[in-house]
């Protein structure tokens, strides 16, 4: 199956969005995809094979999971993903914005970056390859919590346009965050990571979060906790979790 993308494609996928959930169960066994992006000439084609996904309809949820082999030029990454997304008469089949569930993936070793590059989306990832096993929850088409557990190499990333990129030879550790709209938490477990020059950050524990006002914007007033005696230099702390 090859799937391009063209200046018709949100339309087509609103209908295949109300198709898949007019059915009551579909399922492929050792499928292969390719998706190139053809509005960029710098993203190349995305090929998986050995795919095998089901979509069932239950009483009172959509479910469907997905699995297979991400192939990086002659390299095997294989991958898991399910989600579940329930009925309400709010939820618009053609509109993820509507959308409230949960969602799980195990992927592995997969080079981030060219992954979110290759589907044409933007982050401070520059480079990354690992493993990543996560946990989210969504509402109305937003990301309400996610926990990830992270092992990564080679990371490159440059969180904000004024901050000095960062170069990290390994991360791992277990991530959290969440957000219902009044506050903002953000925790890490077992975070640890090694500098270019070998010095090394943890294991440790982070907590922060920020809290909104009426508007939905970041208050001043803010909780962090972040172990001094594990620290290289001073942390970098976003402005959201900054005390006037």
């Known amino acids: 199956t090859s799937l391009s993308t063209t200046s018709s494609e949100a339309e087509a996928g609103q209908r295949f969005s109300r198709w898949l959930f007019g059915q009551g169960r579909l399922m492929i066994e050792d499928g292969t995809f390719r998706y ?19 979509f069932r309809q239950e009483l009172f949820d959509y479910r469907t999971a997905v699995s297979g082999i991400l192939m990086e030029g002659s390299t095997p990454r294989s991958f898991d993903l ?28 997969i080079r981030a970056s060219e992954l979110l590059k290759n589907l044409g989306l ?16 969504f509402e109305q088409g937003r990301v309400t919590s996610i926990t990830a557990d992270l092992a990564l190499a080679d990371v490159r990333a440059q969180l904000a346009p004024k901050l000095a990129e960062l170069r990290l030879p390994r991360l791992t550790g277990r991530l ?9 938490r953000f925790s890490a477990k077992d975070f640890t990571f090694t500098t270019i020059n070998d010095a090394r950050f943890g294991p440790s524990d ?22 001094p005696s594990h620290l290289l230099s001073p942390p970098v702390v976003p402005r959201c979790l900054k005390k006037n």
């Not at 053809?38 to 089901?54: D, F, I, K």
């Not at 959290?176 to 903002?184: L, R």
């Not at 907590?207 to 962090?224: F, I, K, N, R």
Request: aromatic share 8%.
């Open 122 to 137: 933007k982050g401070p990832l520059y480079s990354g390859i690992g493993s990543t096993r996560f946990w989210a929850s």
């Open 82 to 109: 399910r989600a579940r997304i329930r009925k309400n008469i709010f939820a618009l089949p053609d509109n993820p914005l509507t959308w409230s569930g949960e969602l799980y993936g195990d992927l592995d070793r």
């Open 206 to 227: 982070i907590e922060a979060q920020c809290d909104h006002d009426v508007s939905g914007s970041a208050v001043p007033y803010t909780h962090l906790t972040l172990p």
């Open 36 to 54: 190139h992006d053809e509005s960029s000439s710098t993203n190349g084609p995305l090929t998986l094979e050995r795919v095998t996904a089901v």
């Open 176 to 184: 959290h965050y969440a957000d219902d709209g009044s506050q903002t």
